[in-house]
């Protein structure tokens, strides 16, 4: 008696949820992370009146303690509202940093120009700024002064050299630069799930087709 065997494909949908997990719990700190503030000057401006023994409640019906409650609770509701806001459009704000990023990067490429981070700023005084500082492209530690410019550490300069000195150019603080770092992780984890999903639909239609020639 002849028996069909049965071939079992060697390619097999693969699902990263890491990738997404990951999305999900950054998404999930960064909102607790605005709003857990407000959020807690709400719930014990509400409590207040609560708890307080009723001897207590009939002098915070005065005046004076009734609308210090009151702007504690309106002043939590506008921290509320602003962190909510500010949380919603911090992906916008860090799509915008990484783009102004990028165009310093871009500009460092042109001859004599070098886009650097500041290290530590060694001293200054009204007249520039002595500072390490470490070529983004090529990991060089420099000895930089900027004439008339104080940067913060952790900031991006784009400096154009002549001769032994250089000029400053244009210049992004540490938070931008932060924030573009945030926009780079979050593209990436992005990109990486979208990979998945072309790996999974090519392999399910793969299976298809080899179920189809069994």
Known sequence: MLTRRRRVSSVSGRWDGEAMTRVILREVARWTGALVGPVGVLVVAAGVPVVLPPELRQVGAERALALGWLAALFAGLAWLGWSATRAARQPATDRRAFVRVQEL???SRVPDHALLCVLRTVWSTPAGQRADAVDVRTGA???LWLAEARLPNGS???VKF??????LVDAVSPGLVLAARRHTRREGVRHHERSGRKRRAAARV???AETLLR
């Not at 002549?162 to 000029?167: P, Q, W």
Request: with cysteine; proline share 0%; glycine share 6%.
């Open 156 to 158: 991006y300069a784009l």
């Open 105 to 107: 990067r871009v500009l």
């Open 206 to 208: 793969i299976r298809t």
């Open 141 to 143: 530690v420099i000895d």
């Open 162 to 167: 002549a001769g032994r000195s250089c000029m």
